[in-house]
């Protein structure tokens, strides 16, 4: 019973948790009354309606009830939201003689987590009849004992509570003892039987009552037992405890063998008759009481255990009896002090070991249950982490704690944590107890992918077969699966006004880049194309890089010879007098090469002469030179073949042929150049078309002059006129006028040719300008040709008012000019 009793009050403790509830986490609270003794399944609450929450989250949320492993007196039923009973439910068992009776559980939903608390109530139903500990009482009573001496009665118990608890004891009539009850201090009820008239054992020896307790339930209950009174024959005195209660106090935690307390009690008989023993009247088959007593020295010692948790005090009837069995009574309450011995124990009530990296502080991460069975000091409890971590404790309820986040986690910095809780209570020394959980970290798309390098540079050879593997470019993301899952793509942009895409490709898995055409240094140096990098993730991230593709020159372009012009049907021929000197500069060979570099390093070389001994070609410059004097024995007609190389490898070459005069004046040279043998059948018509453009020029000529004079009388005309309309005479010189009468004869106008120059071409090329206009020999298969050009580098005719630059043109004719003009037809 007390042991009962005492659990009731250990219970309390839970269900004053109730009391204390503000935390952000507990969304709503409610009640519930049931009587006890349900049976299973039958309906407690409809929890979804009355906390407002659809039946779909509870299930959506996984709901659950946190309640005592021991005691799943309910539970939940997430489809219909309804709170059930569970197993049958004891309020004597749960509660003992507390009143009102109730336990709380907690409802936990997930994604968000969220937590309601509910109590339930148990109401008491009378299903307790009293009884008391034994069948029979038997009581001796010694014949002398005067009247109005009490003796204590067993009391009796009801586990129930209230009105349905032990209300009164009644004794069956009887003509020697009367009741008397009693309540004490914490309300329940005991009785004693009064004498009240003096026996006589020689009338009778022995005496039957019946003592009944009745509770007030509805049905009402009884229990009775039977008093068994022997009348002893003999006058002496009953023992008397020094006490009427002893009280003790012991700590939980104190050895077994340990003695607890001395009680004694006195007889005033002298010698045999004050021998007292000393016994416990509890009932016998209670094995629960861990204490015994010494019959004959009273000491009281422990001899089971005790657990401050299970039962805080210990109320205990004690008899003393002198050796012809007249007995005293007392009794001794042993209130156990608690010891800090349990530690806290800790429960993750919701735990999912994940987090989004993404979730913003104040996210809650777990739910955890601390419960210590001790009280007081001894049982409040602190829960901590680790202060490094980026987490924190938040108190809920009195037992009941929450993880949340306190920054902004990154799974890129630590994706893993490993948190120890440590709870503490404040008992003396204190315990504690510790738990790991492992919170990871689960990713998000929150970083776009990096290129190793902001700009790539790579090399190819130009002529590249197409598909060619030009580099492999790599962007790496630091997030994880999917959202570092990286794809390379082509940003299609104008490159040389096509698009990238036409030029070169990428794959997409390995950020290979291939070029799809063979290139060609001569066109294009450098591509510039842009590669772009994107991760997997919804939505994805991506960053772009640079790559400049350099193309290399390859020797795949032969030296071009500019001068001597090679056309198809006729050749320059350099004319050198007889009376050159050594060294005597006779032209100059002038190519490019569009290569670059090495393959753009030109040399000249001869590889044919007519008379190998007369010309040198210089091997830098390409300038043909006499090395001897020349001599009279010299041929007139002397052909030079020229092979010019680039420095590549392999080399490339061209060969130009440089035909070169030996002579002193124009007619040997026409002679000895008809001599050619292939154009001999041209002989023949060689003299008519000198005459015939003789004849032409000269017609030319001619005309020009009628021309000039014309104009010249038509302005003297003019001004004689405006001298006579008295106008002012402005005399009108043109600027130009006199000075070209001073350079008369300069032909410097009509030798010039445009030469194509590249920038790659050697610098001696200057030189080509000036060394043309020394005595060079057109010879052009027309001659409109050479006409047409000297119209075009001034169009003279085009200004009829300029006089002045006729005669320019006509200074282009002169004698000198007339007769190096000269058309030979070659084949
Ligand atoms: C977590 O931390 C505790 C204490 O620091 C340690 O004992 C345990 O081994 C750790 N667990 C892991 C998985 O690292
Ligand atoms: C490339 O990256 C730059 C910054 O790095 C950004 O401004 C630009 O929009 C990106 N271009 C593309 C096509 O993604």
Not at 400 to 417: A, G, I, M, P
Not at 524 to 536: L, M, N, S
Not at 651 to 658: D, E, F, H, L, Y
Request: hydrophobic share 35%; aromatic share 8%; with cysteine.
């Amino acid at each position: 019973m007390d042991y009962l009793k005492n659990k009731g009050a250990a219970l309390d403790l839970r269900v004053s948790i109730l009391l204390c509830c503000v935390v952000s986490a507990v969304s709503g609270q409610i009640r519930y009354s049931i009587p006890e003794e349900m049976r299973k399944g039958l309906f407690v609450g409809d929890v979804a309606k009355d906390l407002g929450v659809d039946v779909r989250r509870l299930v959506s949320g996984r709901a659950r009830l946190v309640i005592d492993d021991d005691n799943q007196y309910v539970a939940l039923n997430k489809n219909k939201g309804h709170i059930v009973v569970n197993e049958r439910i004891d309020r004597e068992k749960l509660c003992a003689k507390k009143s009102p009776c109730s336990f709380s559980l907690e409802i936990v939903l997930e994604d968000p987590l969220e937590l309601f608390s509910i109590t339930i109530e148990i109401q008491d139903v009378n299903d307790h009849a009293p009884a008391f500990p034994k069948k029979e009482i038997n009581l001796e009573i010694s014949e002398s004992t005067p009247t109005g001496t009490v003796f204590l009665l067993d009391s009796a118990a009801d586990p129930d509570v209230g009105i349905n608890s032990l209300q009164s004891y009644s004794l069956k009539a009887n003509e020697h003892f009367v009741l008397k009850q009693h309540t004490r201090a914490d309300g329940s009820k005991y009785a004693e039987m009064m004498l009240q008239s003096g026996l006589d054992r020689e009338k009778q020896s022995e005496h039957t009552l019946i003592l009944s307790a009745v509770d007030g339930g509805e049905p009402q209950r009884s229990g009775t037992v039977r008093i068994h009174v022997s009348v002893l024959d003999a006058n002496d005195n009953a023992p008397v405890f020094t006490q009427s209660v002893y009280k003790a106090s012991v700590f939980e935690n104190v050895l077994r063998g340990t003695v607890i307390a001395r009680v004694s009690a006195v007889d005033a008989d002298q010698g045999y008759n004050g021998n007292v023993t000393y016994s416990f009247t509890h009932q016998e088959e209670d094995s629960s009481c861990p204490f015994e007593i010494n019959s004959y020295t009273g000491d009281i010692k422990l001899a089971g255990d005790i657990d401050y948790e299970v039962s805080p005090n210990y109320e205990i009837n004690l008899q003393a009896k002198d050796p012809w069995g007249v007995a005293g009574a007392s009794k001794l309450i042993i209130e156990i002090a608690d010891v800090n011995d349990n530690s806290p124990v800790i429960t993750m009530a919701s735990f999912s070991g994940k987090i989004s990296e993404d979730s913003p502080p104040g996210t809650v991460v777990g739910l955890i249950s601390v419960q210590d069975k001790d009280s007081g000091k001894n049982g409040q409890v602190h829960l901590t982490i680790d202060e490094s971590l980026p987490l924190k404790i938040k108190t809920s309820f009195r037992n009941y704690y929450t993880l949340v986040t306190e920054q902004n986690l990154d799974r890129e910095k630590r994706s893993k944590y490993n948190i120890t809780l440590t709870a503490t209570d404040e008992g003396v020394p204190a315990l504690s107890s510790r738990k790991n959980v492992y919170l990871e970290v689960t990713d998000v798309n929150d970083n776009a992918p990096a290129f190793n390098q902001s700009v790539y540079n790579t090399q190819v050879m130009e002529n590249n077969s197409p598909g060619v593997a030009l580099l492999q470019i790599h962007a790496s993301d630091p997030d994880q699966g999917q959202n570092a899952r990286i794809s390379y793509f082509l940003i299609d942009d104008e490159v040389n006004g096509n698009p990238a895409s036409t030029y070169f490709s990428i794959n997409t898995e390995s950020g290979v880049i291939q070029s799809l055409r063979s290139l060609d240094y001569e066109q294009v140096k450098e591509y510039k194309i842009r590669i772009k990098a994107q991760d997997g993730g919804s939505p994805p991230q991506s960053s772009n890089t640079t790559v400049i593709v350099h193309v290399q020159d390859q020797n795949d372009n032969p030296p071009q010879v500019l001068y001597p012009v090679q056309t198809g049907g006729s050749v320059v021929a350099e004319m050198v007098p007889r009376s050159a000197d050594v060294g005597y500069l006779v032209t100059k060979v002038v190519a490019v090469d569009v290569d670059s570099g090495q393959n753009a390093w030109l040399s000249y070389k001869l590889q044919k002469a007519t008379d190998r001994a007369l010309f040198e070609v210089g091997s830098q410059n390409g300038e043909i030179r006499t090395i001897r004097q020349v001599s009279d024995k010299d041929a007139v007609k002397q052909r030079l073949s020229v092979i010019v190389e680039d420095n590549g490898q392999p080399s490339r070459s061209a060969t130009v042929i440089v035909n070169v005069a030996v002579a002193d004046s124009f007619p040997e040279v026409l002679s000895e150049f008809s001599d050619f043998p292939h154009d001999k059948e041209y002989n023949d018509n060689l003299t008519f078309y000198l005459v015939l453009a003789l004849a032409v020029v000269s017609f030319l000529f001619i005309t020009c002059l009628v021309v000039i004079i014309s104009v010249k009388i038509y302005r003297w005309r003019q001004s004689r006129i405006l001298y006579h309309s008295s106008l002012p005479v402005i005399p009108y010189y043109p600027p130009r006028y006199s000075d070209t009468l001073g350079t008369t004869g300069t032909l410097q106008h009509v030798y010039n040719y445009e030469v194509c120059r590249t920038t790659d071409s050697r610098k001696s090329d200057c030189k080509f300008g000036r060394g043309g206009s020394q005595n060079v020999l057109i010879m052009d298969p027309s001659c409109s040709g050479t006409m047409q050009r000297m119209q075009g580098e001034k169009s003279i005719l085009d200004e009829p008012d300029s006089p002045l630059e006729v005669s320019c043109f006509l200074s282009s004719f002169s004698p000198l000019s007339l007769s190096l003009s000269l058309c030979v037809f070659f084949q």
